[in-house]
């Protein structure tokens, strides 16, 4: 299961695919796609995707079957995930950032810091 933020800086896209034309919404995030998947089920529908700004298909549901079944094993996989973590407050307001797995910015700060250290 991929591990997508609960919210993005970018938005989430939730894509609804019919056999001629396609829909594209914008939100904010994970959770917010979700119920816009559960509360406008369309009967013509072919497919719905949740896809991260990055263009990442998080949810697919051709692949992934029903929006309930996966909505429950992604909140139990970020639960799983927000336990075993460090928490941390990135100051880039990143949201996968973790004392484990730093941001690319938060890396950069890190080796700048060692680097502007006296003494060394």
């Given at each position: 299961?991929?591990?997508p933020a609960l919210s993005e800086a970018g938005g989430i896209t939730v894509l609804t695919l019919y056999e001629t034309r396609r829909e594209s919404e914008r939100v904010a995030s994970i959770e917010d796609a979700i119920d816009r998947i559960e509360n406008s089920r369309s009967p013509d529908a072919v497919c719905e995707k949740i896809v991260t700004r990055d263009d990442t298909v998080v949810y697919d549901s051709t692949r992934n079957g029903s929006i309930?079944?996966?909505?429950a094993e992604w909140?139990?996989?970020r639960k799983r995930l927000?336990?075993?973590e460090d928490?941390?407050?990135?100051?880039?307001e990143s949201p996968g950032c973790t004392a484990e797995d730093l941001c690319l910015q938060c890396?950069?700060?890190r080796q700048i810091e060692r680097h502007s250290t006296p003494g060394r």
């Open positions: 299961m991929s591990d309930e079944d996966w909505a909140r139990l996989e927000s336990a075993s928490v941390r407050a990135c100051p880039h890396t950069m700060d």
